[in-house]
């Protein structure tokens, strides 16, 4: 059974860091396209982030450009985002996606989805 379990998250202040992880298990994800998205309260997902399957591309939504960064370790079948500078508006459920079948990294159609972290920004 293929799965995707996201970790790391929690309650921070504003301008605090978390570090989210994505552990994949049941096949490998290294030949795949993996990101980053998220659901706040009342609003639609929204991507994040996304990383090409060796690292060598990498996409951010431009709300979270420069604060977080997306990498991944092949070996160990996981991929992280760095979250810096967190602010309230950063608050949500932040999903893992892999696999991407159809459309562009953004907005497009992944095969496999983990069932969220929580991420809290106060203020």
């Known amino acids: 059974q293929v799965q995707l379990v996201e970790s790391g998250g929690g309650l921070v202040q504003a301008g605090g860091s978390l570090r989210l992880s994505c552990a994949a298990s049941g096949r490998t994800f290294a030949n795949d396209a993996m990101g980053w998205f998220r659901q706040a309260p009342g609003k639609e997902r929204e991507f994040v982030a996304a990383?090409?399957?060796?690292?060598?591309?990498?996409f951010y939504a431009d709300s979270v450009k420069g604060r977080f960064t997306i990498s991944r370790d092949n070996a160990k079948n996981t991929m992280y985002l760095q979250m810096n500078s967190l602010k309230p508006g950063d608050t949500a459920v932040y999903s893992c996606?892999?696999?991407?079948?159809?459309?562009?990294?953004?907005?497009?159609?992944?095969?496999?989805w983990g069932q969220g972290t929580q991420v809290t920004v106060s203020s």
């Open positions: 990383i090409t399957w060796n690292g060598g591309r990498t």
């Open positions: 996606a892999a696999d991407l079948r159809v459309g562009d990294y953004r907005t497009g159609t992944y095969a496999y």
